[in-house]
């Protein structure tokens, strides 16, 4: 049984109350780039729109198809996205990676709310899923930023 008590820790009320309640949620109307992220392994989506001034992203939605923990991860990305750069967008990205894979430190803020994904590591099907907002912000702003050196 010990199990059921691991998944019980694991979808902590943290994790399902984050999951409940994702800032920026659906869609621009006008983005300068957009991204669609996939798992392979459980399906799970996260489709990012984002529009950036000054190098930093000012506008972000996000539709968010995901398992608790996917959606718990693009919960807190939506909560401290507004404002990053792409620096720190893929310094998270890189460092929630090696959390999770690698025992690695929490994400430096604005992003260390991701430490409630800790209880994940041992869950290495569910790390897909968990990176898709990350993965997704990162990569429309490397779009963002080529359409503005274009």
Known sequence: MSGDSD?????ST???????DIPHLGRLD?????VKKRSPLCGSTVTVDLTVQDGKIAEFAQDVKACALGQASAA???GAVIGASRSQVET???QLRAMLKQ??????APFDGLEVLIPAR????????IMLALEATAEAMEQADRANCA
């Open 14 to 20: 943290r994790i399902l109350a984050l999951a409940a």
């Open 92 to 94: 998270a990205r890189d």
């Open 103 to 108: 025992d690695g430190p929490v994400p430096d």
């Open 76 to 78: 807190v990305v939506g």
């Open 30 to 34: 006008a983005p300068a780039a957009t």
């Open 7 to 11: 998944l019980i820790k694991l979808y």
């Open 122 to 129: 041992d869950y290495k099907n569910r790390h897909a899923s």
